[in-house]
């Protein structure tokens, strides 16, 4: 089992930075990739970042050139710099490990608390 841990959120003002960390405890080895997800109210769940076990990285369209996911040598803690931030950026923040599956980044552990980040205009 893999217990996710997200922190680092919080309010900002547009154009403002901050950085996410998820660390991941448990049974993390199966796992050889990490992503970053938000939620918005009323919206679905998307994938904003992934890497992968061979450090490929994918981004949202709506975060290229603003986000940088990178994460620790032991592959057991994710992170998330963001930069640029805009109000449409508000949403809670979740990481989770996996798998690809061809080009897409597929969630396997069960979710986090997440951590809230609000951009204010």
């Known amino acids: 089992q893999v217990r996710l841990r997200e922190s680092g959120g919080g309010f900002v003002q547009t154009g403002g930075s901050l950085r996410l960390s998820c660390a991941a405890s448990?049974?993390?080895?199966?796992?050889?990739?990490m992503g970053w997800y938000r939620q918005a109210p009323g919206k679905q769940r998307e994938l904003v970042a992934s890497?992968?076990?061979?450090?490929?990285?994918d981004y949202a369209d709506s975060v290229v050139g603003r986000f940088t996911i990178s994460r620790d040598n032991a592959k057991t803690t994710v992170y998330l710099q963001m930069n640029s931030l805009k109000p449409e950026d508000t949403a809670v923040y979740y990481c989770?490990?996996?798998?690809?599956?061809?080009?897409?980044?597929?969630?396997?552990?069960?979710w986090g608390q997440g951590t809230q980040v609000t951009v204010s205009s």
């Open positions: 890497i992968s076990g061979t450090d490929r990285i």
């Open positions: 448990g049974t993390t080895s199966v796992f050889n990739s």
């Open positions: 989770n490990v996996g798998t690809y599956s061809g080009a897409t980044f597929l969630p396997l552990a069960n």
